[in-house]
């Protein structure tokens, strides 16, 4: 049994003995002085309460905070779409504008696309009927 290891304890371990960091620990502690700058994405050691790897990066750090807020983007209001919208019965073909429940069937309809009632018939058109191209909002 001469060749057999001899079972080594951790001194971390003991529970009657202090805790104290292990070799692995020990390394870890000595790599967190080493941090990223914000500004450049390098890796540097710090030393003290430094924040930049250099004087460059310091003062692009100081530009940027002091740069004016980008302008803001307006959207205007949304607009609802329903009135606009032409329908068509699947059950009897009856269309209507703005209405998604058939009058005479009482189902709901599907959607045709945007539209409205002819200048001529005052029948419900849709857009896409008349171009053959399909339709896009732009708000």
């Known amino acids: 049994m001469a060749d057999e290891p001899a079972e080594l304890e951790a001194p971390w371990c003991d529970d009657n003995a ?41 003062a692009a750090a100081w530009r940027r905070r002091r740069q004016a807020a980008p302008p803001r983007v307006l959207l205007p209001p949304a607009r609802p779409r329903r009135p606009i919208t032409v329908y068509e019965c699947q059950g009897c073909g009856a269309r209507a504008v703005g209405q998604q429940r058939c009058e005479e069937c009482g189902t709901f309809m599907r959607k045709l696309g945007l539209g409205g009632p002819c200048p001529h018939c005052d029948e419900p058109v849709a857009v896409t009927e008349l171009l053959d191209q399909e339709v896009v909002l732009s708000n």
Do not use: H, L, M, Y
Request: hydrophobic share 30%; glycine share 8%; with cysteine.
């Open 18 to 58: 202090t805790i104290s960091p292990g070799p692995v620990e020990a390394a870890e502690a000595d790599d967190s002085a080493r941090v990223t700058c914000p500004v450049c994405q390098q890796g540097f050691t710090r030393q003290g309460k430094r924040q930049w790897c250099s004087a460059a990066c310091k």
